[in-house]
């Protein structure tokens, strides 16, 4: 097994524009889940609707790549809006059913060639790196170092989306810190008593619901700067992706949400180079290398079992919060 | 036998608050509350079908009954967590009929719950300062601004370990609410209730699961927000406790009110004894269960009153 390959590979993921947009993500789901206390299952949705909002502005409307990304973003609230104002009348478990359905609604509607020309159903949207090239201060060439040797075009939608993920953490974290964030977390323990202190509480569930959404809408957007959009990329399983990078961190922190996307990638790539090249080297006699692969999703699946069991309020979370049973 | 004797400070009890005779629905002289043809069903049956019921500002009055009452319920309506089937009500004034719980309580009108709702995870002193109305913290564009809302929330802050002070609970101020035992987070809900300087408090039973010398000090709060110049209308099963802090009692039963008054002649209205209170509160339990002679429990009584 070539370790210094695997090593390289994994240590460049730390900064992969999928780390970034996990990070992001995860960091708008914890607004979500982890201080509104509200179980979106949907966060995929918010994603898609932020790459496809970036693409289909590039694409059909000829915007500039920062005027498509914005209104990926603007899309992404306007869809929590709607999303919100039916359904946070719900609650927990409810509000988790509703967001999973208009999470796969979305993607259905983007896979469907109802809309072939806008969506590219199935083939998704690709093609639309002109102007964000175009924008690209630095010089051609290759930079860095080590395992974060990178073209331009690559730091570029690197530096970008360390950013966009400054800026959401420093959001965050500003509001957490704030009265704004103290009625946040008090909805989430019991939404009747702050209801009762005379708190919109409403209001304020639904603007948490838009500021996570258009974090993760930022993640979406990340996700879609380097490569292409593709319609099988959005689906549940991200959801629950995200949510292993969340609960890792520790679901009610502000840095725990990128630490635990760091992690989860990190760990990713070491398996799915690990993993195969184990097959190849006859450690695992009784499997293929696809079957390798599939391990990887098996193994993050048995880890996010043993989070929730064994330390529900992740790697950063408050340690006194798990004494606690609600 | 009446336990204003066993009282530290027996205090004096507001009176002349109704006008004509004590009957269900009489007219106060100063009333906060006046709700008209409250209704509320579920299903088939009637929770609360209130007819006219007035509640004197400055008093403390006592929502007593049976089980089932509609007293919670009742309770609900008045807040705003629940919509009645028809009927008005007005607070101070205003029309509260179809107003949200949320804007209810920002008129000056707090409520504490039957199972007490303190936010587990928040902090006890995070939980004092939610309480607190009009932060300008609290609204989204502002929160992002410290320089904006640092300075009240200082205010409110020092507001909140006073009260704490008050309440006890000052040296809890960083803990957890979660890690509070029962009593406590009574008293903490109750704390955070006042934080909004409210004007009308209503307490759903704020007794229940409270040990006797937490009861003590529970009822001297309770008084003393009466001596600074609040309304408080509580639901409450005990009746030492109603006869001993209440001004003025509603009886309800059956989702009517079926008696008011001062509490002394509430408790003797025969009514009342048949419907609520039975025929045996004198007397010991032992004795209602036939476990010990009458004699026996008389003299462990005269025996405690005299300690």
Same mark, same amino acid.
């Given at each position: 097994?070539?370790?210094?390959?695997?090593?390289?590979?994994?240590?460049?993921?730390?900064?992969?524009?999928? /780390?970034?947009?996990?990070?992001?993500?995860?960091?708008?789901?914890?607004?979500?889940?982890?201080?509104?206390?509200?179980?979106?299952?949907?966060?995929?949705?918010?994603?898609?609707?932020?790459?496809?909002?970036?693409?289909?502005?590039?694409? /059909?409307?000829?915007?500039?790549?920062?005027?498509?990304?914005?209104?990926?973003?603007?899309?992404?609230a306007v869809f929590a809006l709607i999303l919100g104002i039916p359904t946070l009348?719900?609650?927990?478990?409810?509000?988790?059913?509703? /967001?999973?359905?208009?999470?796969?609604?979305?993607?259905?509607?983007?896979?469907?060639?109802?809309?072939?020309?806008?969506?590219?159903?199935?083939?998704?949207?690709?093609?639309?790196?002109?102007?964000?090239?175009?924008?690209?201060?630095?010089?051609?060439?290759?930079?860095?170092?080590?395992?974060?040797?990178?073209?331009?075009?690559?730091?570029?939608?690197?530096?970008?989306?360390?950013?966009?993920?400054?800026?959401?953490?420093? /959001?965050?974290?500003?509001?957490?810190?704030?009265p704004w964030g103290r009625v946040l977390k008090g909805i989430r323990e019991d939404e009747e008593a702050v209801r009762a202190l005379g708190k919109n509480v409403f209001g304020y569930k639904l603007t948490a619901l838009v500021v996570g959404g258009v974090i993760a809408a930022a993640g979406g957007i990340v996700y879609a700067l380097p490569s292409s959009v593709n319609p099988g990329v959005y689906v549940t399983s991200l959801t629950f992706f995200v949510y292993t990078a969340l609960l890792l961190g520790g679901a009610a922190t502000v840095f725990g949400p990128v630490i635990g996307s760091l992690i989860f990638w990190v760990l990713q790539t070491v398996l799915g180079n690990v993993l195969p090249a184990a097959v190849q080297a006859g450690y695992l006699p009784f499997m293929t290398s696809i079957q390798a692969q599939t391990l990887k999703f098996i193994l993050v699946g048995i880890a996010l079992m043993l989070i929730v069991i064994f330390r529900p309020q992740g790697i950063l979370g408050n340690k006194k919060e798990l004494t606690f049973v609600k | 036998m009446s336990s204003d004797l066993t009282a530290p400070v027996a205090r004096e009890k507001t009176t002349g608050l109704h006008i004509g005779d004590a009957k269900p629905g009489v007219a106060k002289t100063d009333p906060i509350i006046?709700?008209? &043809?409250?209704?509320?069903?579920?299903? &088939?049956?009637?929770?609360?079908?209130?007819?006219?019921?007035?509640?004197?500002?400055?008093?403390?009055?006592?929502?007593?009954?049976?089980?089932?009452?509609?007293?919670?319920?009742?309770?609900?309506?008045?807040?705003?967590?629940?919509?009645?089937?028809?009927?008005?009500?007005?607070?101070?004034?205003?029309?509260?009929?179809?107003?949200?719980?949320?804007?209810? #309580?920002? @008129?000056?009108?707090?409520?504490?719950?039957?199972?007490?709702?303190? @936010?587990?995870?928040?902090?006890?002193?995070?939980?004092?300062?939610? &309480?607190?109305?009009?932060?300008?913290?609290?609204?989204?564009?502002?929160?992002?601004?410290p320089f904006l809302w640092r300075k009240q929330d200082h205010q409110i802050e020092e507001r909140a370990f006073e009260l704490l002070k008050k309440f006890k609970l000052d040296e809890?101020?960083?803990?957890?609410? #979660?890690?509070?035992? &029962?009593?406590?987070?009574?008293? @903490?809900?109750? #704390?955070r209730a006042l934080m909004s300087e409210p004007r009308l408090v209503m307490l759903d039973e704020p007794m229940a699961g409270v040990n006797p010398a937490l009861t003590q000090s529970l009822l001297e709060h309770i008084l003393d927000l009466k001596d600074e110049g609040m309304t408080v209308l509580f639901v409450e099963h005990d009746m030492h406790m109603v006869r001993h802090i209440a001004d003025w009692v509603v009886v309800m039963a059956e989702g009517r009110v079926v008696a008011e008054g001062d509490p002394i002649s509430v408790m003797k209205n025969p009514e009342v004894v048949d419907a609520y209170l039975g025929a045996h509160q004198e007397i010991d339990l032992g004795v209602v269960t036939g476990r010990y002679p009458a004699a026996d429990a008389g003299k462990n009584k005269a025996s405690k009153e005299s300690k």
């Amino acid at each position: 097994m070539d370790w210094i390959q695997i090593l390289s590979n994994s240590a460049s993921s730390i900064i992969s524009p999928a /780390t970034l947009a996990y990070a992001l993500a995860a960091l708008g789901l914890a607004v979500h889940f982890g201080f509104a206390g509200l179980l979106n299952m949907g966060i995929a949705g918010f994603m898609a609707i932020g790459a496809y909002g970036y693409a289909i502005g590039i694409l /059909t409307f000829g915007l500039p790549w920062w005027a498509a990304a914005l209104l990926g973003l603007v899309a992404s609230a306007v869809f929590a809006l709607i999303l919100g104002i039916p359904t946070l009348r719900l609650r927990g478990d409810y509000l988790a059913i509703v /967001t999973i359905a208009a999470a796969e609604v979305l993607r259905l509607l983007f896979l469907t060639t109802a809309f072939d020309k806008v969506t590219g159903s199935a083939d998704g949207l690709f093609g639309y790196h002109a102007s964000f090239r175009a924008s690209n201060p630095i010089p051609e060439g290759t930079y860095g170092f080590g395992p974060w040797e990178y073209r331009e075009v690559d730091w570029w939608v690197r530096i970008l989306g360390i950013i966009a993920l400054i800026l959401a953490i420093i /959001t965050v974290w500003r509001l957490m810190a704030s009265p704004w964030g103290r009625v946040l977390k008090g909805i989430r323990e019991d939404e009747e008593a702050v209801r009762a202190l005379g708190k919109n509480v409403f209001g304020y569930k639904l603007t948490a619901l838009v500021v996570g959404g258009v974090i993760a809408a930022a993640g979406g957007i990340v996700y879609a700067l380097p490569s292409s959009v593709n319609p099988g990329v959005y689906v549940t399983s991200l959801t629950f992706f995200v949510y292993t990078a969340l609960l890792l961190g520790g679901a009610a922190t502000v840095f725990g949400p990128v630490i635990g996307s760091l992690i989860f990638w990190v760990l990713q790539t070491v398996l799915g180079n690990v993993l195969p090249a184990a097959v190849q080297a006859g450690y695992l006699p009784f499997m293929t290398s696809i079957q390798a692969q599939t391990l990887k999703f098996i193994l993050v699946g048995i880890a996010l079992m043993l989070i929730v069991i064994f330390r529900p309020q992740g790697i950063l979370g408050n340690k006194k919060e798990l004494t606690f049973v609600k | 036998m009446s336990s204003d004797l066993t009282a530290p400070v027996a205090r004096e009890k507001t009176t002349g608050l109704h006008i004509g005779d004590a009957k269900p629905g009489v007219a106060k002289t100063d009333p906060i509350i006046i709700a008209d &043809g409250v209704r509320r069903t579920f299903g &088939g049956l009637t929770a609360v079908d209130v007819e006219h019921l007035e509640i004197p500002r400055g008093a403390i009055t006592a929502l007593i009954g049976p089980n089932g009452a509609g007293k919670t319920t009742l309770f609900n309506l008045l807040t705003g967590f629940d919509k009645p089937d028809s009927g008005a009500w007005t607070f101070e004034g205003h029309s509260l009929s179809g107003v949200p719980a949320y804007k209810v #309580a920002r @008129l000056g009108q707090v409520r504490t719950f039957q199972l007490t709702k303190a @936010l587990g995870l928040l902090t006890v002193l995070d939980n004092m300062k939610l &309480g607190a109305k009009g932060q300008v913290g609290e609204r989204f564009w502002q929160s992002l601004f410290p320089f904006l809302w640092r300075k009240q929330d200082h205010q409110i802050e020092e507001r909140a370990f006073e009260l704490l002070k008050k309440f006890k609970l000052d040296e809890k101020s960083d803990d957890f609410a #979660a890690s509070l035992s &029962g009593g406590q987070r009574k008293l @903490l809900e109750m #704390a955070r209730a006042l934080m909004s300087e409210p004007r009308l408090v209503m307490l759903d039973e704020p007794m229940a699961g409270v040990n006797p010398a937490l009861t003590q000090s529970l009822l001297e709060h309770i008084l003393d927000l009466k001596d600074e110049g609040m309304t408080v209308l509580f639901v409450e099963h005990d009746m030492h406790m109603v006869r001993h802090i209440a001004d003025w009692v509603v009886v309800m039963a059956e989702g009517r009110v079926v008696a008011e008054g001062d509490p002394i002649s509430v408790m003797k209205n025969p009514e009342v004894v048949d419907a609520y209170l039975g025929a045996h509160q004198e007397i010991d339990l032992g004795v209602v269960t036939g476990r010990y002679p009458a004699a026996d429990a008389g003299k462990n009584k005269a025996s405690k009153e005299s300690k």
